[in-house]
């Protein structure tokens, strides 16, 4: 099954937005998951760090959640970080799950604001922008993507 690596803040809702504001596009991504339902989901954001995977898992609707598969290792503990991806730190936790999970050459997609945590024209990437998170017309866009992919 192919993956889709998530970001929360830049994606879910704009970056540096007031809480009320939190997962605001959230609706649009549970339709693009919807449309596209092969996929499976792991956490990239830093909101892993703070939370259980099963508080994380809440904030989904349920049919979501449960394609929810885990979150990245962080940096600093994968072992085995290929010369390429040192300096790009979200690429390299992919890189990271992928190989935990026996799943290197699984087709998958990264949706993510922050373009430098990826190698520079990174085929992987979904790119959104930051100030407005996941809008109506990249809905459909990750939509095509994903279709694309599977």
């Known amino acids: 099954m192919p993956i889709l690596f998530l970001d929360f803040d830049g994606v879910l809702h704009p970056e540096h937005c007031h809480e009320s504001r939190h997962f605001c596009c959230l609706p649009l ?5 919807r449309a596209v339902p092969n996929y499976e989901l792991v956490i990239t954001s830093t909101w892993r760090l703070q939370k ?3 508080d994380l898992r809440s904030y989904f ?4 959640a449960n394609r929810i598969a885990g979150v990245t290792p962080l940096l ?10 040192l300096s790009y730190q979200r690429q390299a936790e992919c890189n990271a799950w992928l190989s935990d999970h ?4 699984s087709s998958w997609l990264a949706i993510d604001d922050r373009s430098w945590l990826y190698r520079p024209f990174a085929t992987s990437l979904f790119l959104v922008d930051g100030r407005t998170g996941l809008t ?4 459909v ?3 095509l993507r994903l279709r694309q992919l599977a």
């Open 52 to 54: 259980s995977l099963d």
């Open 76 to 85: 600093s503990e994968v072992l085995d970080v290929p010369d390429t991806l």
């Open 141 to 143: 866009q990750l939509a």
């Open 29 to 33: 991504l549970e339709g693009v998951l």
């Open 61 to 64: 609707a349920s049919d979501v």
């Open 136 to 139: 109506e017309h990249q809905a």
């Open 102 to 105: 026996g799943m290197s050459h």
